[in-house]
């Protein structure tokens, strides 16, 4: 292959490297209103009153809007970027009576500039009444305290919920007698894991501005990875018909899923509307920490069967997750955590898998790569390395032993068949390049620190099957340059380079001459947006029909030219040739006659969708330097092997996986979300929710082992989410090599390793 | 305020609020390439030459600059495609958003210590954070950009 699995450069990166206004901030045009908003300090509480008058004295304010401004009767609306019908929960008013969680909206403030609508901020007057909050997610479910006792809350699909109890979702899966299996196992661990509320932290904040169009609709410049939902979104808010708004997106400074909720669009969105003016809002880091979309609490409690050699027989799996006051992504993020990860071990007899999301008054949770898989794979794979401690065991071995492999049938994984996978290669790779044979479980280094491996396993999906739709349009233009067109979104990850090396590959030509748009609603194609790890796979797979089927249509006018049948002639990417014989005309005067008196279009539009996800795999393992004294881990290394089918772009594909990796291991170490009585989000900033710096990681080394997943272009699967997952539970087994401490929650603070090492001394 | 500064080697004098920062006047004067990822001096983003000396422009107000020069990576072009290039051979700089001021710093380590360590990039540039590379694939690009530096010097 000529461009497909080449380490091409990103196509922006060049000016991306010098600094180029290419984000949402940079190009919002001079004079726009700033919009802010004010915030609820209570957890729970309706707004008795709120005096906006003297607040509006303020020299520039333009508006101040509080939930009376809202229209009586408006229907409720999810944030959350999904296919409609949603399964997330249509909860939420743009501004509501009723505020949730410490930070839901109150009023939204308009004004000339920062310090007036911070002014103003300052002088709005809102009476209160306060309400027992629910804070704790265990007794979510039943409470007499309820979240959402609005009549007009709906749910749109059968997910299981009901407001009237906590319940955003609930949900029960099984295959086979998961009771009698469990009975008759010589061991059944049972153990409970905890992760928390982990935030993306992209380095670009939520941000939005809109104006005005010519023909007077709302046109949205967002930092989004869903242009086309987040369109039904702000139609939704508005109550105004979809076809008034416009939304595009410029470079995005990450997302991670952050950005798969329009955490930041409908409130300029509703300023531009109401004041026919151009308005922007830049989230604070301060906001995008405590009133965003992190990534679900959950609870997983594990029952692994197993016999005395090692055969796991059935996992029971309960997760109870924590979507927080409102459900965006609610419903859907919670199968994950069993639906990728029981999976992983094939050969089980038996699976039960049940779920309840339940609604608190903290910050609504949301969508965070990985999206479920990465908790429900720390809880099976953790509970697989407690396992082999158990039955003294080598945690690789063990995997060998029980794991899934190409062919089999999944039951967890709604019966697909694991179509493409190399998981087993990836294991003994992985095992070789950190030096396992050597390093398991521990080496004492004499000088109170302590050296040890540990590892884990994962899968993830490559879009959502029978639902998730990529689009291509490709066009041949003026000297034979190619445009295209997609709707899905690079942010960062380097699908707009992707997507043309796909493109490349088949119309035989060179990145350079591809160009790529997108994304706009007005002009991309359809595409549900780049989430749930779909755009490779998803899209790339419409771009490589799409591309074909240019080629068609440029033989079809090539032939024409030549005065033979299509059928009659042969296209090497240069030019189209009579078969058999020496007649050609070039591309670019193919080109030239497709706009002169031409009838035969050189541009095609396809449009995808995919009925199985193919799983990507991976296996990681760590080796981390444990100080006994102080309970610092520093990972020293971190070896992973990746099957994403074939790596379109290596370097990209590479990058995805350390980065990946490096949030993993900030899950695991550093990264923790708390909550004070009040429910208030103590992690508030940058100092003191620790993301990892470069200080904080040895090296991260990736490899990758391909299988070729047939229905993917050119064999590819998806990446993204996939390299998120392994570090939990290998960093944790880990850990328990070192010191013999078990740590089921999440972060592992050096504090607990060091009291807790303290202590087991004694 | 009346300020005098030299940004970019261009003379401007502008009348500024007294609690104006560095990061919001170099933005106004069009220097966009200057972001802003936190208010708690945390990031890195915002990293600009002061006297040829990296600050971080979120925490230094304009009227410290009365009289002296500003950097941002527009005035250094050159510079920024030439090692730039190194990153993109990677696909290091990902979404883009901290390549402003991690190349601003980078660039200052450069001048400062021509043949860096390992360990000694990794100091330098601890207050520049990244979410998606993972640090990896910008220190790959930083030791093959000082390799070809060390070939080019022979």
């Known amino acids: ?762 | 305020m009346l300020v005098n500064i030299i940004l970019n080697e261009k003379k401007i004098s502008a009348d500024v609020e007294p609690d104006l920062l560095l990061i919001d006047f170099v933005r106004e004067q069009g220097c966009l390439s200057v972001k802003r990822g936190c208010e708690t001096s945390n990031c890195g983003l915002c990293t600009v030459f002061l006297e040829d000396r990296p600050v971080l422009s979120c925490s230094v107000l304009a009227v410290r600059a009365d009289g002296k020069r500003v950097t941002t990576l527009e005035g250094l072009k050159e510079e920024a495609e030439e090692f730039g290039a190194f990153i993109a051979d990677q696909g290091a700089e990902q979404c883009g958003f901290c390549n402003p001021g991690f190349v601003m710093n980078a660039l200052a380590l450069f001048r400062e210590n021509p043949d860096p360590s390992e360990e000694e990039i990794r100091e330098y540039l601890a207050g520049n954070l990244c979410r998606c590379s993972g640090y990896e694939g910008q220190l790959r690009g930083i030791q093959a950009y000082l390799e070809w530096k060390k070939s080019n010097r022979v």
């Open chain 1, 1 to 762: 292959m000529k461009t497909v699995g080449k380490p091409v450069r990103k196509k922006d990166a060049m000016q991306l490297l010098t600094g180029q206004p290419v984000y949402t901030e940079d190009i919002a045009p001079a004079g726009c209103l700033v919009v802010k908003l004010l915030r609820s300090p209570h957890a729970s509480a309706l707004i008795k009153s709120i005096r906006k008058d003297i607040a509006l004295k303020v020299p520039g304010i333009e508006a101040i809007y509080t939930w009376e401004d809202i229209p009586k009767g408006q229907r409720r609306f999810t944030l959350a970027g999904q296919t409609y019908p949603e399964a997330s929960p249509y909860d939420r008013l743009l501004l509501d009576r009723r505020v949730r969680y410490v930070g839901d909206p109150v009023a939204i403030v308009a004004g000339a500039d920062e310090k007036s609508v911070d002014k103003a901020l300052s002088l709005i007057r809102v009476e209160y009444q306060v309400e027992e909050p629910v804070l704790d997610f265990h007794k979510a479910k039943d409470n007499p305290i309820l979240v959402h006792p609005e009549e007009d809350w709906e749910s749109l699909c059968p997910v299981g919920a009901d407001h009237k109890r906590n319940l955003c979702a609930h949900d029960e899966t099984s295959e086979g007698d998961i009771e009698q299996v469990l009975s008759e196992c010589d061991i059944v661990l049972d153990r409970v894991y905890h992760t928390k509320a982990c935030q993306q932290t992209m380095m670009e904040t939520f941000r939005t501005f809109c104006t005005i169009d010519p023909y007077g609709r709302l046109h949205v410049v967002s930092s989004t990875q869903i242009v086309f939902h987040c369109r039904r979104i702000i139609a939704n808010a508005l109550n105004i018909p979809k076809s008034m708004v416009r939304v595009s997106k410029p470079r995005i400074g990450g997302g991670f899923g952050a950005k798969q909720t329009s955490v930041s669009e409908i409130y300029p969105a509703f300023v531009t509307w109401k004041t026919k003016k151009p308005s922007k809002i830049i989230f604070s880091r301060e906001e995008s920490m405590t009133a965003s979309t992190p990534r679900h609490e959950m609870e997983m409690h594990v029952r692994l069967g197993a016999m005395k050699d090692g055969r796991i027989r059935g996992i029971d799996l309960y997760t109870l997750s924590n979507t927080g006051a409102y459900g965006e992504h609610g419903p859907t993020t919670v199968g994950l955590s069993g639906h990728k990860s029981i999976p992983l071990y094939g050969k089980s007899e038996a699976f039960r898998f049940v779920s309840d999301v339940v609604y608190t008054n903290v910050m609504s949770a949301g969508a965070y790569r990985g999206y479920g898989a990465t908790q429900g794979l720390f809880a099976v794979e953790s509970a697989v390395n407690e396992l082999a401690a158990v039955l003294k065991r080598d945690p690789f071995s063990l995997r060998e032993q029980n794991m899934v492999r190409e062919g089999d049938v999944m039951p967890a994984y709604y019966g697909q068949v694991n179509s493409s996978c190399a998981l087993d290669r990836c294991l003994s790779r992985v095992r070789e390049m950190i030096g396992w044979e050597e390093k398991y479980p521990a080496r004492d280094m004499g000088n109170g620190k302590i050296r040890s491996v540990g590892m884990g396993m994962a899968m993830q999906g490559s879009g959502i099957s029978n639902v998730d739709v990529g689009s291509a349009t490709l066009k041949l233009g003026d000297e034979g340059h190619y445009q295209l067109i997609i709707g899905a979104a690079d942010m960062g990850t380097g699908c707009d380079t992707i997507l043309a090396q796909i493109a490349a590959e088949v119309l035989e030509c060179e990145i350079e001459e591809i160009t790529v748009f997108g994304a706009d609603t007005d002009a991309s194609p359809y595409d549900s947006g780049s989430y749930a790890s779909s755009t490779t796979y998803i899209t790339g797979k419409a771009v490589e029909d799409c591309a074909l089927k240019l080629r068609r249509q440029i033989c079809a006018l090539g032939a024409s030219l030549l005065g033979c049948g299509a059928d009659q002639t042969e296209f090497d990417g240069k030019s189209v040739t009579r078969t058999g014989g020496g007649e050609a005309v070039t591309l670019q005067e193919i080109a030239a006659a497709s706009m002169c008196g031409n009838e035969i279009p050189l541009q095609e539009t396809v449009t995808h969708s995919s009925p199985i996800s193919p799983p990507p795999f991976m296996t990681g393992a760590a080796e981390i330097e444990v100080d006994t004294g102080t309970g610092e881990v520093k990972v020293l290394n971190y070896a992973a092997v990746v099957d994403c089918g074939t790596p379109i772009n290596p370097n990209l594909a590479r990058v995805q996986a350390e980065g990946g990796i490096l949030q993993g291991i900030g899950m695991t170490l550093t990264e923790n979300i708390t909550y004070d009585e009040k429910g208030r989000v103590l992690q508030n900033s940058l100092m003191q929710y620790k993301i990892p710096t470069r200080l904080d990681i040895g090296h991260i080394q990736v490899e990758f082992e391909n299988s070729y997943e047939k229905a993917g272009p050119f064999g590819a699967k998806s990446i993204g989410e996939v390299v998120i997952n392994t570090p939990l539970p290998a960093i944790t087994d880990a850990i328990f090599n070192a010191t013999g401490l078990r740590f089921r929650e999440l972060p592992v603070t050096p504090e607990q390793i060091a009291m807790g090492y303290a202590q087991k001394k004694e």
